[in-house]
Each structure stands twice: as C-alpha cells, then as structure tokens.
C-alpha cells in the first residue's frame, strides 16, 4: 500500500513551506505579497474555504484583506469593489469566490478582474493564454493535480489521460495542462455515450463531476493512476469523492483519497500563485 495513497496533505504542506520561505525572501526586498478576497452572502461551504484561504495567507507572512458583503450586494457594487482592488498596490490577487448570489453575473466579475491579479485563473485572457501555451495565472486545481502527479513520480509522456468533467475551473484547463505533458487526452462529460469503456482505457484518470462515487471498479483499468476532484458532502455529514475509493483501491497503482487529496493542493496553488504575482509586479516597478 506504501506509495500507492497519494498524500495531498503532505504535498501541500511541502509547496506552503517553499513559497513561506520565497515570501520572507522577497518582503526583505520591499515586497509583501498580499490577497484579497471577497465573498458575498452567506453561503456555509464558501465562508470556510475563505476562512481557510485568510488563515494560510498570513500564516505565510502575506497581507490578507476579506471583504465580506451582504447576499443583496448589486453587481455594481461588487465591480466598484473589484475596481477598487485592481488599482491598489498593495494587492496582487484578486480572488471572488463562486457561486455568486444570482442577481450577479459571475462571467461579467470574472472578466473585470485584472488579468494581472487573476490568481485564480479564470479571466478569459488567461483561459485563452492556457489554451494558446502561453505563460499565464492557471486555475489552482488542475494545477494542483499536476504539482501532485510530478511530486508522486508519475510520467505523462505519450500516456492515455482521460480526465470525466468539462467545467472551466477544472475539466478544460486540467485537459490543456496535460496535453502540454504530451499526455494523450480525452475529455468526458455527462452526455458521453458509455462512460465505462472510455475511461477504462486511462492510464490517468481525473474525475471531476461532482457525483458521489460515480467512478467505480468498472471505470478504471488495472494500474491507472485516479486522481479524485470531487468534494462531496454526503446525508452523514462526511466528505466523499466522485471515485469510489473502496472499490477502485485495490485496482488502482496511485489513487488519491478525499479529503486529504486533491483539495489542500488548490490552496497550496492559490499561495503560490500569489505570490508568482507578486514577483511579477516588484520586477515591474508595481510592488
Ligand atoms: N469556489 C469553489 N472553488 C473555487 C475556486 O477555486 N475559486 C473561486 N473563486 N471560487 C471557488
């Protein structure tokens, strides 16, 4: 079983201490790298993962601001707070979290987000950079996995990657990362004619779908390596994968377990993208 677990804790509590260390460095030369996010309304899940994301911040000696607004926050109040962070020095990433209230379109504040700031990845102009290979913010999940795959010793080059789940924050930036590996790629989706035969030709597969262990036994062939986005909270309160862990254990040569997988690794990423922003802005004059 040694080695076969992969320890998402333990990788991200490793890339927390090296950029705590490139931060001390870098605020000796005059530069703090500092966070912002802002969360609207009252949603439970999203006030922890910003709870979490404030507490990491200044556990690595960045500057935190949380700008916590009321669920009735108009659209144009929440631009004028995002104008307001783009132009502020002392920030260099700018994070809202999703899902927003509805009266706000979430694709209009994704795109009046500083690309500059984006450490979440998500403006199109990034999207696009992704897509066209060029350097650029990537979203912190996919980038996460990658970060883990590497750290874990698994080799992309010419191998199957089936990645189950299309979404813009994990399924097509996962693919585009991958692909830039020279993995083989194939996206699935809900609408995917039999599932089970595509992905069972994965060498590695990451499933992203947000269904409590639809991936099973039947899914994954003998020695595939699974990686589990999914976070799902289940009627006895626990946390759950999209990947049967149980099932797909004993078939799988690398598997990683929920929690302790994929999620610590997109805070560890959001870290060290804000800092990677950080230095871009002092080697510009901006910090
Ligand atoms: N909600 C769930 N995951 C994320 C994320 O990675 N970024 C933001 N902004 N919101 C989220």
Do not use: W
Not at 130 to 149: K, N, Q
Request: charge should be negative; hydrophobic fraction near 40%; aromatic fraction near 2%.
């Amino acid at each position: 079983m040694d080695g076969k677990i992969i320890d998402g804790k333990e990788i991200s509590r490793q890339i927390k201490e090296e950029v705590g260390r490139e931060v001390e460095r870098l605020k000796q030369d005059g530069c703090t790298p500092g966070l912002a996010v802002i969360l609207v309304g009252n949603d439970p899940a999203s006030a922890s993962y910003v709870g979490s994301k404030e507490r990491t911040v200044k556990a690595l000696g960045m500057h935190s601001e949380v700008i916590r607004m009321a669920e009735e926050t108009s659209e144009s109040e929440l631009l004028g707070e995002i104008d307001r962070l783009n132009g502020d020095p002392a920030i260099h990433g700018i994070l809202v979290q999703l899902p927003l209230p509805k009266q706000i379109d979430e694709q209009r504040i994704i795109s009046a987000i500083s690309p500059d700031k984006d450490v979440d990845g998500f403006h199109p102009i990034n999207a696009g950079k992704l897509m066209a290979g060029l350097d650029a913010f990537v979203p912190c999940t996919p980038l996460g996995i990658m970060v883990m795959l590497e750290r874990s010793g698994v080799s992309l080059k010419g191998k199957h990657a089936v990645v189950v789940g299309r979404s813009n924050i994990v399924g097509k930036p996962m693919s585009m990362l991958l692909l830039q590996q020279d993995a083989t790629v194939t996206i699935c989706h809900s609408k995917t004619a039999d599932l089970p035969s595509v992905t069972k030709q994965a060498d590695i597969l990451v499933a992203a779908v947000g269904r409590e262990g639809m991936i099973n036994k039947e899914h994954v062939k003998d020695g595939a390596v699974v990686i589990d986005v999914g976070i799902n909270r289940g009627e006895d309160g626990k946390l759950r994968g999209d990947v049967d862990f149980d099932a797909v254990l004993p078939v799988a040569s690398k598997i990683t377990p929920v929690p302790g997988g994929v999620g610590p690794m997109t805070i560890a990423m959001l870290m060290s993208n804000t800092l990677e922003s950080a230095r871009r802005a002092f080697k510009e004059g901006r910090c």
